[in-house]
């Protein structure tokens, strides 16, 4: 059974940083797109960044470009997104999402497997 977890969501201040972790098992992604997505409530889930299967190619949403970094770490079947600068709109919950594609993809359409979601509160 292929789960993706993640962690490192909470609570922090205007400003602050964040670093979400999705550790993925039951499957290797290492020749995999991987992505971020939020989704505040009562909107759609929408697109944060994403990452090639090499970690050559990376892509941001607008919103979060210079302040959001994407990263991957294949020995340990895990993605990272650093969140820096947060401000109160990025408030939302945070899904890792991995796709069975190597190029990335900003579609949630185009990913297979997403993970439960954790929570980024960022108070002003």
């Known amino acids: 059974q292929v789960q993706l977890v993640e962690s490192g969501g909470g609570l922090v201040q205007a400003g602050g940083s964040l670093r979400l972790s999705c550790a993925a098992s039951g499957r290797t992604f290492a020749r995999n797109a991987m992505g971020w997505f939020r989704q505040a409530p009562g909107k759609e889930r929408k697109f944060v960044a994403a990452?090639?299967?090499?970690?050559?190619?990376?892509n941001y949403a607008e919103l979060v470009k210079g302040r959001f970094t994407i990263s991957r770490d294949d020995a340990k079947n895990t993605v990272y997104l650093r969140m820096d600068s947060l401000k109160p709109e990025d408030a939302a919950v945070y899904y890792c999402?991995?796709?069975?594609?190597?190029?990335?993809?900003?579609?949630?359409?185009?990913?297979?497997?997403w993970g439960q979601g954790t929570q980024v509160t960022v108070s002003s």
């Open positions: 999402a991995g796709a069975t594609r190597r190029a990335y993809t900003t579609r949630v359409s185009e990913y297979d497997y």
């Open positions: 990452i090639s299967w090499d970690s050559i190619t990376t």
